[in-house]
């Protein structure tokens, strides 16, 4: 993740690594430098260019969301697939679930989640404990050891996005939490 604060913050300040626009196409600067010509204004017929314009950062946005996600992931834990690390932020916000909630949030089924909640219970990060509104069912919790490792993790990422975004607006930053809440919630029900 220091490498990638380094490119945004190298990409902020270097002219040369910024994104110009040339006669009909953009090219995106990704976090190495390279540039990728897309289509601008000179774009396919009947297509709206706001919209691709979209498609493209949140394809950028999502592949640096995926790198960052193993990173962080392998901060909480060496062994820790980085596609558990989502599953451990929900717990942290909302404590204790059911196995069939989370796997149901993530988007996977029984089977994958109940091999996802076995590793992660070997590495300490999370316990079973019954559920106390249904004798049969159990909740999965983070384990104080989960619980902070994962916070320390959240608050250095936290501490990155404040001084990626030092230059933002404090409004901005709401502003842009708020669109990507919506578009979220969109997604989620479509």
Same mark, same amino acid.
């Given at each position: 993740m @220091?490498?990638?604060?380094?490119?945004?913050?190298?990409?902020?300040?270097?002219?040369?690594?910024?994104?110009?626009?040339?006669?009909g196409? +953009? &090219?995106?600067? +990704?976090?190495?430098?390279?540039g %990728? /010509?897309?289509?601008?204004?000179?774009g396919?017929?009947g297509?709206?260019?706001e919209?691709l314009?979209? =498609? /493209?950062?949140l394809? !950028?946005?999502?592949?640096?969301a995926?790198?960052?996600?193993?990173?962080m @992931?392998?901060?909480?834990?060496?062994?820790?697939?980085?596609?558990?690390?989502?599953?451990?932020? /929900?717990?942290e916000?909302?404590?204790? %679930?059911r196995?069939?909630?989370?796997?149901?949030?993530?988007?996977?089924?029984?089977?994958t989640?109940? /091999? %996802?909640?076995?590793a992660? =219970?070997?590495?300490?990060?999370?316990?079973?404990?019954?559920?106390?509104?249904?004798?049969? @069912?159990?909740?999965?919790?983070?384990?104080?050891?989960?619980?902070?490792?994962?916070?320390?993790v959240?608050?250095?990422?936290?501490?990155?996005y &404040?001084? %990626?975004?030092?230059h933002?607006?404090r409004? =901005? &930053?709401? =502003?842009?939490?708020?669109?990507?809440?919506?578009?979220n919630?969109? !997604?989620e029900?479509?």
């Amino acid at each position: 993740m @220091a490498a990638a604060a380094r490119n945004f913050q190298d990409r902020e300040t270097d002219p040369a690594r910024t994104a110009r626009p040339i006669r009909g196409t +953009d &090219v995106h600067r +990704d976090a190495d430098g390279a540039g %990728q /010509r897309v289509a601008g204004q000179g774009g396919p017929a009947g297509v709206d260019q706001e919209f691709l314009a979209l =498609e /493209r950062e949140l394809t !950028v946005l999502l592949r640096r969301a995926r790198a960052s996600q193993g990173e962080m @992931a392998r901060e909480v834990h060496p062994d820790l697939e980085s596609s558990a690390y989502g599953l451990l932020i /929900r717990l942290e916000e909302l404590g204790g %679930q059911r196995a069939t909630a989370l796997a149901a949030y993530i988007g996977v089924g029984k089977a994958t989640m109940s /091999r %996802q909640l076995r590793a992660l =219970e070997e590495l300490g990060l999370i316990a079973r404990e019954p559920d106390p509104a249904d004798g049969r @069912a159990w909740l999965v919790t983070l384990t104080d050891e989960g619980r902070h490792r994962v916070g320390t993790v959240r608050e250095a990422r936290r501490a990155r996005y &404040v001084s %990626q975004l030092a230059h933002w607006n404090r409004r =901005e &930053v709401a =502003e842009l939490a708020r669109l990507l809440h919506e578009l979220n919630g969109v !997604v989620e029900r479509s």
